[in-house]
């Protein structure tokens, strides 16, 4: 038995993350049954404080 490229062909699945109800973007997981994005079925939305800190920084660079 051979491995290596002809196993590689059964990883090929898509059905993993499908397209999330409330924010729309292909990051639903089946499995886990949550949304990565925006947290999804929880009642508020996923943020950390990093996310905002690193978006403030953007915002204060002027060229």
Known sequence: ???GTPS??????KDLHIRCRRCGH??????????????YPDSK????S???K????KRRRSY
């Open 50 to 52: 990093w996310q905002t």
């Open 54 to 57: 690193i978006g403030n920084k």
């Open 8 to 13: 590689l062909g059964l990883k090929a699945r």
């Open 26 to 39: 292909f990051s639903y997981h089946v499995r886990k049954k949550r949304c990565a994005f925006c947290g």
């Open 1 to 3: 038995m051979t491995k």
């Open 45 to 48: 939305w996923r943020k950390y």
